[in-house]
């Protein structure tokens, strides 16, 4: 015996859809207004080119290997010093945006805060290849980046700040 009656589940939709469609619509029209984002969002890749020293760990790490480098070595005169030292100059630091996935590993493992995440997310292009951001491009999304989050007031501070301050009573 079927306690319930033929056309239950479609009675039970119909009311859903019913109840739907007297609701005030929610839906934001994008262009005309922009959506409210959360802090911290991920939106594109942004370089700061002055702190990339091109220790290439960005490109290695990356597992869709979309971060293409190229630098060449110059020669540091340093007064005082016996020879002169080298260090890298970064000629080419390019992300492809079709590859990219995303994921901020590349981000999270420069250790000279070099890469950050950008809020933006409106760079779509009519062709795949304009989505290729070489380092000026990259650089341009730097001031779109949002200070850090103020620390805890109530926390723990940091090492750098304990030692900072222990040298400061010591001297």
């Given at each position: 015996m079927v306690s319930e009656f033929p056309g239950k589940g479609l009675a039970k939709g119909l009311a859903v859809t019913l109840k739907t469609m007297t609701k005030r619509s929610t839906t934001r029209q994008y262009p005309d207004t922009p959506p409210d984002l959360p802090p911290r969002s991920r939106g594109v890749i942004a370089l700061v080119e002055e702190n990339c020293t091109v220790c290439m760990l960005c490109a290695r790490e990356c597992p869709d290997w979309c971060i293409y480098i190229d630098s060449h070595k110059e020669e540091v005169q340093v007064p005082g010093a016996a020879r002169a030292r080298q260090r890298n100059v970064l000629d080419q630091f390019d992300i492809d945006f079709s590859l990219c996935m995303y994921c901020g590993i590349c981000i999270e493992v420069?250790?000279?805060?070099?890469?950050?995440?950008?809020?933006?997310?409106e760079y779509a292009e009519y062709d795949i290849r304009d989505l290729l951001h070489d380092k000026e491009r990259l650089g341009d999304w730097v001031e779109t980046v949002p200070p850090p989050p103020a620390h805890d007031t109530n926390g723990e501070p940091a090492k750098e700040e304990t030692a900072a301050r222990k040298t400061q009573l010591a001297g």
């Open positions: 420069c250790p000279f805060d070099a890469l950050y995440w950008s809020p933006e997310f």
